[in-house]
């Protein structure tokens, strides 16, 4: 039995790939495709960000909390 194509597919960081050192967390597009519906941060080996990337995203999603950009629950 042969596995289909989506379950080969490679993830890749989207940080690392699109050249971005810096996450800012007034850029809520962006940080929002990284938590769950529930609004819980998405775990790494899901969304396919690197560890150090993970760590920065995690920070921003935080700040975005905080600072009300954010919803801490749905």
Known sequence: ???TTTMN??????????????IDFKDTQT???FTSSYAKIV???RSGVCSAHQ??????????RFMALLP???
């Open 1 to 3: 039995m042969q596995k």
């Open 9 to 22: 597919k490679k993830k890749y960081c989207h940080f690392c790939h699109n050249n971005v050192d810096f």
């Open 31 to 33: 940080i929002q495709r």
């Open 43 to 45: 775990p790494k080996k």
């Open 55 to 64: 760590r920065k995203l995690e920070t921003a999603i935080k700040r975005a």
């Open 72 to 74: 801490y629950t749905k």
